[in-house]
């Protein structure tokens, strides 16, 4: 078997620390974790939006089938669920 190289490319900036990726749809979503926010990613233009602040450090995130969003908030103690309709 052959290994293919895939170039790398940047698909957003503007994040002081991002982790815990996950698609969501065809968006992808991530804690940037020391800009205390959850923020989706649309991976064709860059385009960085603010789901959620959180004040208590956003850390491991997931995706269900839904769609919600489910955030660990590392300094409280919490797990948030951000819903489709933006209620926390």
Known sequence: MTEQLI???KVADGLVFGEGIRWQGDRIVLSD??????VRVDPA?????????VPGQPNGLAVAETMD???LSMFDGKVLRYGNDGAV
């Open 33 to 38: 974790m020391i800009g205390r926010r959850v």
């Open 7 to 9: 170039p790398a490319r």
């Open 69 to 71: 969003v489910f955030i």
């Open 45 to 53: 233009d860059g385009r960085i939006e603010t789901l959620l602040e």
